[in-house]
């Protein structure tokens, strides 16, 4: 067996099917003519040769990996220009990647990890680009004709480390610059502005202009925007375009500077392209703290126009100033965190604002979103009733106002009893119809959808969330949570690795890493975490519950799981109800027959209460359908009888929406039917 080291191009052309199904002999005979007249001469002439044919793609080894580089270059420079006179859908368009590696040589053919990495390159490339690994853009900086965009670290398929990703860009070809721009939609970053009026105290104000920015410009249909606890982290000298655009994975950052004095303000903004770190676009405008909504429309309308995308601004009104000004304190003050004083003051400073300035879509959303979760989660005696009401209020003047503000519609959801799931679903996709890029819409959706099982829908929301939000603790922890309710243990283990050694000092992803590693029999990784916990003295009830199922778990001691059945039936006969993730512990302690036992003497008639408040730290009701924690209970014909306790299976059976576990061909029972009869009895 012969090994050698050399550089792979894998090509592969773009929605070969969709062409074929449209055209199939027109589509045969260009994709024949481009490799008689542009691949294979341009692979000849740069030393190459084609040492596999995959229909639509091809395997190309090369002996110099500058030569695979402006070989691949000059084949999607030459290719745009031929198809530039087709729509867009017509033409033919590569992908291509390459890769530095060990290979096997079996006659004619070439296996190995080398070529493995560079066909999964080739998948991670932009619509007529060119994606490199490490060492090939280290081996041809300074040697090639090109810039290079750093994608970011990625985990691909049968790899088992991380591969980092470069896309490369041929300097001074417009045609092939265009094809790459055109085919990557937009993804912005708006930083903080800097705060340019002389006074620290007035920090607030340039960072509540710089995220009332943000949101403006977030209206935008065709645009996703990076969430401001991922973007505000990059401050004066960390602001370097090249490391924004590497840790956030954006495409554009707009920048700028606010300076206030007195009742007016000036704003400075950038648009910067960060693959050419070149200005699109800049102004600077001078206005009335009054006319702030109107500027806020411009800057967003100017930004849309350099990027191309539809936008559509909101009703601009005028506000008054002291009004603005309480919105921007109450803001800063909900981004420091939320404890009940701090949420008090906010909820106070923005029922004055509204009373200032009726017609501020904003204040109203935001005031609506915090009285629902006072509403939900606060342990006031203040009267549900009268709550109830100012929510309602403050979520319909918000929608009055402002059709397109989703959290509004989320806060309404929060009224509804946790077992209303037809009506919380209706108000979660309106949300997430009207603002489809909010991380906050998408991160709250994604919870709900857990809590009626339907867990890939649920991952599809996490996963968007988190990389509108990469650099949030919270978004990047739920992520993790399901990719483990997913069953994706192997990605959710290597999730919480990184989020772990990133943030140490974080009690939630510390306990949640702690009981993936339980459940995962990682006994080594399980004592890493415990002691950096201990060493960091993190505290949380959660933390601690996690570590003692941990221990409990591994120890598979009979005296220990009969001491957590005497917990639970002692908090059972104390209260008339358990929570579901005290059964969630014992089934993963092997104790299933008492878990199911318990669920049947448990109440939940608080599931239909109309006021019942959520236990802080409680789980979501959600963890009964992770394939992580819950599968021995899921596989079990019980099962479906704590669902029907939740009023799930009435949902399921009315809407037909049923959850993923239902088409699981691994269940020993009929899911459907015993749902329906449990409905039916």
């Known amino acids: 067996m012969q090994r050698k080291l050399t550089a792979i191009l894998s090509a592969d052309v773009v929605g070969y099917t969709g062409l074929m199904e449209a055209d199939e002999t027109g589509t045969l005979e260009r994709l024949k003519l481009n490799r008689n007249q542009i691949f294979e001469p ?15 793609g091809a395997l190309v080894e090369f002996s110099s990996v ?39 040589i079996d006659g004619d053919d070439m296996y190995g990890e080398g070529v493995n ?33 750093d994608m970011g670290e990625h985990t691909v398929k049968n790899i088992e480390r991380p591969v980092h990703v470069y896309s490369a860009l041929s300097v001074g070809s417009s045609a092939h610059v265009t094809t ?84 007016r303000v000036r704003i400075s903004a950038s648009l910067i392209e960060c693959a050419r770190q070149t200005t699109l676009w800049s102004d600077r405008f001078d206005r009335e703290l009054s006319d702030v909504f109107a500027l806020q429309d411009e800057i967003a309308t100017a930004v849309a126009a350099a990027l191309k995308i539809t936008f559509a601004p909101a009703q601009s009104e005028t506000v008054d100033p002291s009004a603005y000004n309480l919105y921007l304190k109450a803001l800063a003050l909900r981004n420091k965190g939320l404890e009940a004083e701090t949420q008090l003051a906010v909820i106070q400073m923005l029922e004055t604002a509204t009373e200032l300035a009726p017609k501020f879509a904003r204040a109203w959303v935001m005031l609506a979103t915090l009285l629902a979760a006072w509403f939900r989660f606060s342990e006031s005696e203040s009267s549900d009733a009268a709550l109830r009401v100012r929510v309602v209020a403050a979520a319909e003047m ?20 946790f077992g209303r799931y037809e009506e919380r679903e209706a108000l979660h996709l309106k949300a ?25 829908e649920a991952l599809k929301y996490s996963k968007h969330a988190y990389d509108l939000d990469p ?10 949570n399901m990719l483990a309710f997913a069953g994706e243990k192997k990605l959710s283990q290597e999730l919480f690795r990184t989020l772990s050694a990133r943030w140490p000092d974080n009690a939630l992803i510390a306990a949640n890493a702690i009981l993936v590693a339980a459940c995962l029999g990682d006994w080594a990784w399980f004592d890493e975490l415990v002691v950096v916990a201990r060493e960091r003295h993190l505290e949380s009830a959660t933390l601690h519950r996690c570590i003692s199922t941990g221990q409990a778990m591994r120890s598979s001691d009979p005296v220990t799981r009969s001491s957590f059945i005497r917990q639970a039936r002692d908090a059972l006969s104390r209260s008339g109800s358990l929570s579901l993730g005290t059964c969630m512990n014992l089934c993963n302690l092997g104790a299933i027959d008492e878990a199911f036992e ?27 359908f992770s394939e992580l924690h819950s599968a021995r209970m899921i596989h079990d014909p019980r099962f479906p009888g704590l669902c029907g306790k939740l009023g799930l299976c009435n949902y399921w059976v009315k809407t037909e929406r049923w959850p993923d576990c239902a088409d699981e061909s691994a269940l020993t029972y009929d899911f459907k039917a015993e749902a329906r009869r449990l409905v039916s009895a």
């Open 598 to 624: 318990l669920i049947g003497q448990t109440s939940l008639d608080h599931m239909l209460d109309p006021v019942q408040r959520a236990e802080r730290g409680n789980v979501s009701e959600g963890i009964i």
């Open 66 to 104: 500058v030569a695979a580089v402006n070989c691949a270059l000059e084949i999607q420079e030459a290719t745009a220009k031929t198809e530039q006179t087709l729509s867009e859908s017509d033409r033919i368009r590569y992908r291509m990647g390459i890769n530095l590696g060990d290979i096997i």
């Open 432 to 456: 997430l119809s009207v603002a489809p890029s909010d991380p906050t819409v998408l991160t709250n959706a994604s919870l709900f959808f857990t809590e009626i099982g339907r867990i890939r």
């Open 117 to 149: 990495v560079a066909t999964r390159l080739q998948t991670l490339a932009p619509v007529g680009g060119v994606a490199l690994s490490r060492v090939v853009r280290d081996q041809v900086e300074g040697k090639t004709p090109c810039i290079f965009e």
């Open 398 to 417: 918000a929608l009055k106002l402002d059709p397109g503000l989703g959290g509004a519609y989320q806060a309404l959801s929060q009224l509804e009893p």
């Open 42 to 56: 341009k692979v000849e002439s740069h030393g190459g040769r084609v040492f596999k044919l995959l229909g639509d």
């Open 180 to 263: 790459v721009a055109e085919s990557v939609k937009p993804l912005l970053a708006v930083l903080a502005f800097d705060n340019l009026s002389g006074d620290p105290e007035l920090a607030y104000f340039s960072d509540g202009i710089s995220e009332e920015i943000l949101m403006t410009v977030a209206r935008g249909a065709d645009l996703k925007v990076i969430a401001r606890s991922s973007s505000f982290q990059f401050r004066g000298a960390n602001k370097a375009i090249r490391q924004v655009a590497a840790q956030l994975k954006t495409t554009h950052v707009l920048d700028g500077s606010v300076r206030r004095s007195g009742s």
């Open 471 to 480: 650099m949030s603790p919270w978004a990047a922890n739920w992520y993790g």
